[in-house]
């Protein structure tokens, strides 16, 4: 992608370069070579789902060094740079940073995490909290994440956010997934609402929808995913999915 490029994640553009195959060959030797160093390969079934999660940690060195890597020339040396950068950063156990445990539902308030009786129940006239536990690097103001987490549901349910004060529940108007629209969405696992849903006096909450079949089972899933390029990935729906 050009030199320059704020985001690698959502560049305007990714231009052919000039190339020969050769350095093409080498380009592609040398990133298989910083690969190893990183996150294992993925599942078959998390692929068939369309889940982006190998090479997690490749992509949050490379999110979280961008300041520095985009003002080196596209091509080898930028490569070279983040191979280094890698090296360095990934010496110990390699270990993706964000890492997430779905406990289910609940509905009583949230003390301790593992004090939670887990119900795994929607209601369409109320809410049941989803217990998880979520544990990622914490980011700093200028440093982008190159990981997302990705929410996952049934048609029949919808997620929302909330605040608690004094022990009362004030739920967000709109839902911010609605299983009747769409199933998944992925937000960066630096965004904003990633820390509200994960605040122990906030939260993700669950609401059911009754659908006209009657079908009573639900699912809600959560994932810690590697962040897709928009410009090279294939797209969910739309691309109100990813934030």
């Known amino acids: 992608m050009p030199d320059g490029t704020s985001d690698p994640f959502y560049p305007s553009s990714i231009p052919p370069h000039s190339d020969s195959v050769k350095i093409d060959l080498l380009l592609t030797a040398m990133l298989d070579l910083s690969l190893a160093h990183n996150s294992p390969i993925p599942k078959g079934n998390e692929v068939s789902q369309g889940i982006f999660n190998n090479y997690m940690q490749f992509m949050d060195n490379v999110a979280g060094n961008w300041e520095s890597l985009k003002t080196v020339g596209r091509g080898i040396n930028r490569l070279k740079s983040i191979h280094n950068l890698v090296l360095a950063q990934n010496k110990g156990e390699i270990k993706d940073p964000v890492s997430v445990i779905n406990r289910g539902t609940s509905f009583e308030r949230i003390t301790h995490q593992h004090e939670q009786k887990r119900n795994n129940y929607a209601f369409y006239d109320g809410y049941a909290r989803i217990n998880w536990e979520v544990t990622k ?107």
């Open 137 to 243: 690097p914490d980011y700093g103001v200028s440093q982008k994440s190159g990981l997302g987490i990705m929410f996952r549901i049934s048609e029949n349910v919808s997620l929302f956010g909330a605040e608690i004060e004094d022990g009362l529940v004030a739920f967000d108007t709109l839902s911010f997934l609605n299983g009747e629209d769409k199933q998944r969405i992925i937000y960066r696992a630096d965004d904003t609402l990633v820390n509200k849903f994960i605040d122990i006096y906030k939260g993700l909450w669950l609401k059911g929808i009754e659908k006209e079949d009657g079908k009573k089972e639900f699912y809600a899933g959560i994932e810690p995913v590697r962040l897709p390029v928009c410009p090279l990935s294939l797209k969910l729906t739309d691309n109100s999915h990813r934030k």
